[in-house]
Each structure stands twice: as structure tokens, then as C-alpha cells.
């Protein structure tokens, strides 16, 4: 069912989030999105540590002001809601004498919650990567000429092609894939990499997540493209799991991760073998440079998209 909203998004400080999201949750708001710049810096700083994607709408924290935002209902309940929150808000301003909880200030938006499928389906249309691939969901009809058809339909999976790190890769893959070759795709997400191997002639293809809604996406993404047999799909950790050795390993996940995963991805590539290293947003370029000597491992091509990198090593 369709309804309206009014988005609320105050302005604070980092130091001001505790006290006025306590503020809040006494005054019935328990919940909000937090947009803080200070996440940002945490990121930088690699005080992330989980093996997953992180958020891309970090880099847009970058200097960002300090916002929490609510949504409450666009009628007269909400209205109610708004004047209390606007009252709360000025209190807090008036007893802020050190000035930590910043300008105080809010503004409102009117918000349509349209159905998300839907929505997905009107903004998901095809659209070609690199010089090979063309990718497209399954509702939609494509002719792809001479591009490879690589059909994905998104879900709760991470991998759309959409995203510059996916881009990123796939463009790598076109460039390092050779007939025949092995591939393993660690934190495989949609299966999006592992399928556009096995599509530039890949004789096999692994790839492996630690999310069973992530691997279950990819084995429904390769059905897809009627490759569900030429490659498998497997909920792991890759640092227990994984013993066989690759002529090509692709790892789009983060910096960090990829700086406590190298001693095992190192041992994953066959000699010879390739590492594609996606996920690094441009200020962490040197921390992984750093260290490819250890491994001896030695770059052979860097890749960039709107702040965010995909370094290719052997």
C-alpha cells in the first residue's frame, strides 16, 4: 500500500548525536538514519573491520554535515509530531551554551513510499559495461548485438553493475580472462563477476560469500544465464574454506578486508596467476601498494571510477 511521508532531517554536530537522538527517542522516535562525516573519517581510518561491501554513499559523507533523519506521517498526527520536534529543537538550542550540538536547524520533505520492486524495475534498464558486456534484468527485452548478454536481477544481493567497483572488475575481467581459465570471486554478492567471467570464456568459475542470501542470489543469476552448470556458488569464509589455487582471483569488497585477507588470497592464485583488488576508495590506495611487496606480488594496472579503485596485480 502507498503512503506519504514528511522526511525530517536535523542538522547537529558529531558530538551533539547522543544527546539530541536521546532528545528525540523521549519524545517518540526511537529510530533515525544517522549521516555523519565522522563515519567517513572511521573508514579511512580502517576502524571497519566486517567482510562485506561497505555502503558506497560513504563517499558522499565526505564533509558532510552531521544529519539525523526521521520520517513520521503526512497528516495530522505527523503535523503534531513536527511541532513537538521543532519545540524539543529549540530548547536544546537555547540550553546549548557551549554550542556542541550545532546549528539545530531542520527541513522537511514530502516522501511517496512507491513500491520497491517497481521502482527498482523503472530504474534498473540495460546498459553496456566496458567494450564486452551489455546488462540488463530479466523483465526487460535487450538486444545486445555483439556485446555479451549478462541478464542480473537485482535483489538484496550487492552486484548490479550499476555500482563503478563492479564496473570496475568486470572491465578488469575483459582484459585478464582467458579461454579456459579458473576463476574465484570472493564475497560473490549477485554472482554478477563469477558470471561475466564464465560468459568472456572462463573454463570454471567459484565464487564464494558468507551471506546464504547473496549465494542463493547468484545461483538464481547464473540460472538466468543458463550457465548453472558450468560454475558453483558457495556460503563460506574463504580463510577456512578455500584450499585450490586460481588463475584468477577477484576480491571486491574493501580495502581493509583485502589488507587482512592478502596472506590467504596470495596462496588462492596459481604462479602466474592474477589478483583483481576492487572496493578501495582512492585515499587507501597507497595502504594496499604498501603492501604488495610482502606478498610479492607487483601491479600491473590501476583502474578508477569516481573516487573508488580497482588495482590489478600478479
Not at 503535523?79 to 540550553?95: A, C, G, V
Not at 550499476?162 to 581459465?181: F, I, K, M, S
Request: proline share 3%; aromatic share 8%; with cysteine.
Amino acid at each position: 500500500m502507498n503512503e506519504n511521508w514528511k522526511q525530517v532531517d536535523i542538522y547537529t554536530t558529531s558530538e551533539g548525536l547522543e544527546i539530541v537522538c536521546s532528545e528525540l527517542s523521549d519524545i517518540g522516535h526511537p529510530s533515525a538514519v544517522i549521516s555523519d562525516a565522522a563515519d567517513f573519517e572511521r573508514f579511512l581510518k580502517g576502524e571497519y573491520s566486517a567482510w562485506d561491501y561497505y555502503d558506497k554513499s560513504l563517499l558522499n559523507l565526505r564533509g558532510a554535515e552531521t544529519t539525523i533523519t526521521l520520517y513520521i506521517a503526512n497528516d495530522e498526527t505527523g503535523d503534531r509530531n513536527l511541532k513537538i520536534i521543532k519545540e524539543t529543537l529549540k530548547r536544546l538550542k537555547k540550553f546549548d551554551t557551549a554550542e556542541i550540538l550545532g546549528r539545530l536547524e531542520y527541513t522537511v520533505t514530502d516522501v511517496y513510499n512507491e513500491n520497491r520492486e517497481e521502482k527498482w524495475k523503472d530504474h534498473f534498464k540495460p546498459f553496456s559495461v566496458g567494450e564486452r558486456f551489455v546488462i540488463y534484468p530479466p523483465w526487460e527485452e535487450c538486444d545486445p548485438g555483439d556485446r555479451l548478454a549478462l541478464i542480473i536481477n537485482p535483489g538484496q544481493a550487492f552486484g548490479t553493475g550499476l555500482d563503478e567497483t563492479t564496473r570496475l572488475c568486470l572491465e578488469a575481467l575483459e582484459h585478464n580472462v582467458t579461454e579456459g581459465c579458473s576463476v574465484l570471486d570472493i564475497g560473490c554478492g549477485s554472482g554478477i563477476l563469477s558470471i561475466g567471467a564464465m560468459l568472456l570464456g572462463a573454463g570454471s568459475a567459484t565464487g564464494i560469500d558468507i551471506d546464504q542470501v547473496a549465494v542463493k542470489s547468484a545461483v538464481e543469476n547464473a540460472s538466468l544465464n543458463l550457465i548453472s552448470d558450468r560454475l558453483e556458488f558457495i556460503c563460506c569464509n574463504i580463510t577456512n574454506d578455500i584450499t585450490a589455487v586460481y588463475d584468477i582471483v577477484c576480491a571486491n569488497i574493501s580495502a581493509d578486508t583485502i589488507i587482512n585477507l592478502m596472506p590467504v588470497l596470495q596462496k588462492t592464485i596459481k604462479p602466474g596467476g592474477t589478483l583483481i583488488l576492487s572496493g578501495i576508495i582512492e585515499d587507501r590506495e597507497q595502504d594496499i601498494l604498501s603492501i604488495l611487496p610482502e606478498y610479492n606480488l607487483i601491479l600491473l594496472e590501476r583502474r578508477n571510477e569516481n573516487g573508488w579503485l580497482c588495482i590489478i596485480v600478479s
